[in-house]
C-alpha cells in the first residue's frame, strides 16, 4: 500500500508541473500576440500615413528613398532598381 502513495504523489508531482509549464507557456504566447497586434497596429498606421503615389517616378523615389536607407541593402537587393518599374494609374 506504501507504494501507491508513493506513486500517486509522484503522479501529482509530475501533473502540477506540467500544468506549472503550460501556464508558462501559455503566458508566452500570450505576451507575443500582444506584442504583434501592438506592431500590426503601428505598422498600419505608418502605411495609413503615407501619401498616395500618383504614378509620378520621381514623387515614387523621393517617398521611397528613406524607407530603402533605412530597410539596408538587403531589400535594395530585392527591389532592385526602381527606375525599372513601370507606373499606370487605373481609372
Do not use: W
Amino acid at each position: 500500500m506504501p507504494n501507491t502513495c508513493i506513486t500517486n504523489s509522484s503522479q501529482h508531482y509530475y501533473r502540477l508541473a506540467s500544468v506549472e509549464e503550460a501556464q508558462d507557456t501559455l503566458a508566452g504566447y500570450t505576451n507575443g500576440i500582444g506584442e504583434e497586434q501592438k506592431f500590426v497596429a503601428q505598422t498600419q498606421s505608418r502605411i495609413n500615413a503615407q501619401p498616395p503615389v500618383n504614378g509620378d517616378i520621381d514623387t515614387a523615389k523621393t517617398l521611397l528613398n528613406p524607407t530603402m536607407v533605412s530597410a539596408g541593402p538587403h531589400l535594395q537587393a530585392i527591389v532592385g532598381n526602381l527606375s525599372s518599374f513601370v507606373f499606370v494609374e487605373y481609372s
